[in-house]
């Protein structure tokens, strides 16, 4: 699994709205602006995959990336792969035992729940917490909240679990006891898995994450009919209530049903409420206040069941009936908590799973930006209030931060709509001294014509002072650089207003009085764009 990309934007879609800038939790989407067209752009180090964007976006410019493809073709060239399902995963899949009988056809060999790894997770973190090695702990089921962890909250490493997340449990469960050597993949809820897959710290022991979204997907491509295939059933099952880890709070019922009410687990989801939530846990741990011997956090509101790569989910309330339904049926077995935890006691060996992490916050740190002022001056930012504006059309809601990312070159001053204003002040006002000398110009040609009034060379001299004009106006034209477009048509009325001089003349016409009413005309030309630029300023 190499350091591709997963959530990239399709630029011809992208409309430069700056929606998905504004909901995205660590400033990691950066607008460019390339042959004045806004788009927003990724930055791979700074993000952390919570999928925010992704719904964000409208316009369906956000692309996503997994490993199905590459599965499919591995098992075309007969790779050995054994597959891990996550049961957030299934349940988007009402046809999964179809699905598995087409794979296993496919070449599939195991085919094992995932279940079991969480199971393992919950004996390992209550183990850890019976040792005493920690007091208290943020599980890490969820890579997102890792990621954001390791790189804006470094000082709460020594917090996180110090055991892998339950699919790579799961998959050192296979490597170990079970010895099954083949490639394993993951059918997955989420494609922040495949950046865990890749940590140096998780042993690459997954090699493909395909989620369920891509695989539905594929398998329409592809015209494939799962009804036309046999059911096939996991290999391997959880042995415990790890089956419901997927919804917020499940870890919890994973807990109580081993430990009872004796260990304070504290439930939270969303990525909102995981970084609220986390500044105030690290003060907590600051102040020596008492703090939940575990945290559960999932980066997606209603769980990995409705997870970044789940695709078109199911409705919710399905979900958690069959969840409940699954709950119900195992508790009727009557299975003892504690002989499930003394199973795991004597067949597995908590050091084999253990994980360890590493601070990457140097790799997302911003240059220290002491003084804006360059900044807000070319915003046209020159007062306290102004530079205080905080509105959204620049994505972020707050001018320190908008102007701090363009100092960083994260963003362009264009994107700012004080900043459009400002030039379009400036562009009035230097219109309003363009046409102040271009109107006295006509004025005094207006005054000729009536004192020559009659006369044809005296109309030749007219129109070369007409022609003159247009020059003028041109060369005014191209120095007004972007506003020059609208200075451009006056200098074309006026070549036309010469034009039609020297033509009376070539003519021995000699109706100066219609040339005086093209004169009006162009007056009048005039007034009607400084009203329009007017009108656009209020």
């Known amino acids: 699994m190499d350091d591709r990309l997963i959530i990239g ?3 011809e879609l992208c409309e430069g709205c700056n929606k998905c800038l504004s909901k995205c939790p660590v400033n990691a989407n950066n607008a460019k602006i390339t042959d004045n067209r806004n788009a927003v752009l990724i930055d791979r180090q700074r993000c952390i995959y919570c999928g925010e964007c992704i719904t964000a976006c409208d316009h369906h410019a956000r692309l996503t990336y997994d490993d199905t493809e590459r599965f499919f ?4 060239e007969g790779a050995k792969i054994s597959l891990l399902v996550d049961p957030a995963a299934y349940h988007s899949l009402p046809s999964y035992r179809r699905l598995f009988g087409y794979l296993k056809s496919l070449g599939v060999n195991l085919i094992m729940d995932m279940s079991l790894g969480a199971d393992i997770v919950t004996w390992a973190y209550l183990r850890t917490l019976e040792s005493g090695g920690r007091s208290t702990m943020i ?9 954001y962890i390791q790189k804006y909250k470094p000082e709460l490493i020594p917090y996180l679990a110090p055991i892998q997340s339950p699919a790579l449990c799961a998959a050192i469960y296979m490597r170990k006891y079970m010895k099954v ?6 059918l997955s809820p989420c494609f922040a898995k495949e950046r865990e897959f890749s940590d140096p710290n998780t042993g690459s022991l997954v090699a493909y994450n395909v989620t369920a979204e891509k695989l539905k997907a594929y398998l329409k491509d592809q015209g494939i009919r799962l009804d036309s295939y046999p059911e096939a059933e996991f290999d391997r099952h959880g042995i415990g209530l790890g089956f419901v880890f997927g919804r917020p709070g499940g870890l919890k019922e994973n807990v109580e049903f081993y430990a009872g009410d004796t260990v304070w687990v504290k439930q939270i989801a969303g990525t909102e409420d995981m970084i609220q939530y986390l500044d105030q846990y690290a003060q907590r741990i600051q102040q020596n206040k008492p703090t939940p011997a575990i945290v559960d956090i999932l980066n997606c509101r209603h769980g990995c069941n409705m997870g970044t790569g789940i695709g078109a989910p199911p409705q919710f309330d399905d979900v958690e009936r069959r969840i409940d339904e699954q709950k119900k049926a195992f508790l009727q077995k009557g299975k003892k908590p504690e002989a499930i935890l003394r199973e795991m006691d004597e067949g597995l060996t ?10 990457q916050s140097e790799s997302v740190r911003l240059h220290a930006v002491t003084d804006l002022n360059s900044i807000y001056e070319q915003l046209g930012k020159t007062t306290e209030r102004s530079r205080h504006t905080n509105c959204y059309a620049c994505g972020y809601g707050n001018c320190e931060d908008f102007a701090t990312a363009v100092m960083n070159g994260d963003n362009d001053v264009r994107n700012c709509v004080d900043f459009s204003r400002h030039k379009l002040r400036s562009g009035r006002q230097e219109f309003g001294n363009l046409f102040q000398g271009l109107d006295q110009q006509l ?3 207006n005054r000729k014509l009536e004192a020559l009034r009659g006369s044809g060379a005296n109309l030749n001299n007219i129109s070369m002072q007409t022609r003159v004009i247009s020059i003028n106006a041109s060369i005014e034209s191209a120095r007004a650089g972007q506003y020059g477009r609208a200075f451009g048509v006056v200098a074309s009325e006026i070549r036309n207003l010469a034009n039609k001089s020297t033509e009376i003349i070539q003519h021995n016409q000699t ?3 219609s040339l005086m009413a093209d004169i009006l005309e162009l007056e009048r030309s005039l007034r009607s764009i400084q009203a329009q630029m007017d009108e656009a300023l209020q």
């Open 9 to 11: 934007t399709r630029q």
């Open 73 to 76: 073709e591995r098992l075309k």
């Open 139 to 147: 599980a890490q089921p969820c890579p997102v909240v890792v990621f």
């Open 181 to 186: 050597e083949d490639e394993l993949a993951l």
């Open 350 to 359: 908590l050091a084999d799973f253990a994980r360890v992490y590493t601070d």
């Open 443 to 445: 004025e005094e040609m």
């Open 511 to 513: 109706s100066q009085e």
